[in-house]
């Protein structure tokens, strides 16, 4: 069939950094009317011969962001693909980039395209500065980690709880270490102090942010859950209307465990941890220090007790989550407390 085409139309690209492979199908029999290679400058041109409001599906790789505006801009109707889910391609005797172009655009043809969310540009803005600062904390951390480092390699314990506290700082300045102990110490100590500015910019930028958000305000009444965690729940999860129940929700966050199942026989394994994994940690660090004097510390008592510490944390992080969706949803609480 030649590539002049009139109907509708049904698009897979395969996105790369610099260049991009297109699969064009009829979305009347499903047939392949064009498979294009091109450079990523001229996907708004390549488009253009789909016609009309066409069916467009990008996996959800690197950098889809930029991709997915200027389809939408153009008048197309975008799919966002599961990266999990289209794994099942991965065991062709035949993987390259016309296949996995054709194979997105057939798979939305068939309808069994496993779909992931598009989030609007505000939420993307607020998911950028919290991996961002997320990443920073991680970076500040490898540091802290080589000062502990030189002190193990001396020998010497500083008798402080936090020797990043005041306290401890004072200890680490009357330090006399050789070379090359010494020079890494002052290195390291260096970049913690840069990284504790960076941290704290982006605390202010994230706050700002999301300070008009009820739902984020709400939220930081569950225990543990600060403004720091709040603005983690708050720009990961998005619109969480697009989840009907707290359950969908903690399935999302990999807190569920797998279920394989089979006749008679089910069996029930550990947590999925498949999704988001900032919403995942940001749960799992939200109940370390809840107490047991509320509805999420009991319930991690309880199933501790019963089935072990971890299990129990996992529990009360799912309670928490389910938490986290009314709070979200509703922009108060009612399993809490009232505050003043």
């Given at each position: 069939m030649s590539a002049v085409y009139d109907g509708p139309q049904v698009v897979g690209l395969d996105l790369h950094r610099r260049r991009t492979v297109m699969a064009r199908l009829a979305a009347s029999t499903g047939e392949l009317l064009e498979m294009a290679r091109f450079s990523n400058d001229q996907l708004g041109e390549q488009i253009a011969k789909a016609g009309h409001n066409p069916q467009v599906v990008l996996e959800a790789t690197y950098g889809w962001?930029?991709?997915?505006?200027?389809?939408?801009?153009?008048?197309?109707?975008?799919?966002?693909?599961?990266?999990?889910?289209?794994?099942?391609?991965?065991?062709?005797?035949?993987?390259?980039?016309?296949?996995?172009?054709?194979?997105?655009?057939?798979?939305?043809?068939?309808?069994?395209?496993?779909?992931?969310?598009?989030?609007?540009?505000?939420?993307?803005?607020?998911?950028?500065?919290?991996r961002y600062r997320h990443k920073l904390v991680q970076v500040r951390t490898s540091f802290k980690d080589q000062v502990h480092a030189v002190l193990a390699h001396r020998g010497i314990s500083i008798p402080a709880s936090d020797i990043f506290g005041a306290g401890g700082l004072e200890l680490l300045d009357q330090l006399t270490l050789p070379e090359p102990f010494a020079v890494k110490m002052a290195s390291a100590r260096r970049m913690i102090d840069e990284l504790n500015g960076e941290v704290d910019r982006f605390d202010k930028l994230i706050r700002a942010a999301c300070a008009a958000d009820p739902g984020y305000r709400a939220i930081q009444q569950i225990p543990g859950v600060g403004p720091v965690l709040g603005a983690v729940f708050v720009a990961e999860i998005g619109d969480v209307q697009r989840f009907p129940d707290?359950?969908?929700?903690?399935?999302?966050?990999?807190?569920?465990?797998?279920?394989?199942?089979?006749?008679?026989?089910?069996?029930?394994?550990?947590?999925?941890?498949?999704?988001?994994?900032?919403?995942?940690?940001?749960?799992?660090?939200?109940?370390?220090?809840?107490?047991?004097?509320?509805?999420?510390?009991?319930?991690?008592?309880?199933?501790?007790?019963?089935?072990?510490?971890?299990?129990?944390?996992?529990?009360a992080a799912r309670k928490l989550l389910t938490c986290v969706y009314y709070g979200l949803r509703d922009g108060h609480i009612r399993c809490l407390p009232a505050t003043r």
């Open positions: 962001y930029w991709a997915a505006d200027l389809l939408t801009e153009a008048g197309a109707e975008v799919h966002l693909a599961h990266p999990l889910a289209m794994k099942r391609f991965e065991n062709r005797r035949v993987k390259n980039d016309e296949f996995d172009a054709y194979d997105l655009a057939d798979t939305l043809w068939m309808g069994r395209l496993p779909e992931a969310w598009i989030a609007p540009p505000e939420v993307r803005a607020r998911r950028e500065l919290v707290p359950h969908k929700l903690c399935c999302w966050a990999g807190l569920t465990p797998r279920l394989r199942a089979s006749d008679t026989k089910v069996h029930r394994g550990k947590i999925s941890k498949q999704g988001s994994r900032l919403v995942r940690w940001a749960a799992v660090e939200a109940i370390q220090r809840v107490r047991g004097d509320n509805l999420i510390g009991r319930t991690k008592s309880r199933v501790a007790a019963n089935r072990g510490r971890n299990l129990g944390k996992v529990a």
